[in-house]
């Protein structure tokens, strides 16, 4: 069984940072590909970015601004979302995917 937990949502300036944690752990798990996803307000959950035996890939609306990592340390594995040139239009509830497993959703709130 995968737990997952992700942090570090928040309020932020146009123009602003955030960095968004994803962290898996548990027995017996393995994950090969994992990803960010996002939902606005009153439309679908989009994909956002994918990280997959070291190729990264990025939406169009988010390339150049957001990057993707992580880290493998003492049985967890945590994926990273650096989001720079943050615009009000990145508003949304951010979702982890961990090889199927997906996170409980964070809050980004991009605002003057």
């Known amino acids: 069984q995968v737990h997952i937990v992700e942090s570090g949502g928040g309020l932020v300036q146009p123009g602003g940072s955030l960095r968004l944690s994803c962290s898996a752990s548990?027995?017996?798990?393995?994950?090969?590909?994992m990803g960010w996803y996002r939902q606005a307000p009153g439309k679908h959950r989009e994909w956002v970015t994918s990280?997959?035996?070291?190729?990264?890939?990025?939406a169009d609306s988010v390339k150049g601004r957001f990057t993707i990592s992580k880290d493998n340390a003492m049985g967890t594995v945590t994926v990273y979302l650096d989001m720079n040139s943050l615009k009000p239009e990145d508003t949304a509830v951010y979702y982890c995917d961990m090889g199927g497993s997906w996170g409980q959703g964070i809050q980004v709130t991009v605002s003057s």
């Open positions: 548990g027995s017996g798990f393995s994950i090969s590909g």
């Open positions: 990280l997959a035996y070291g190729r990264t890939t990025y």
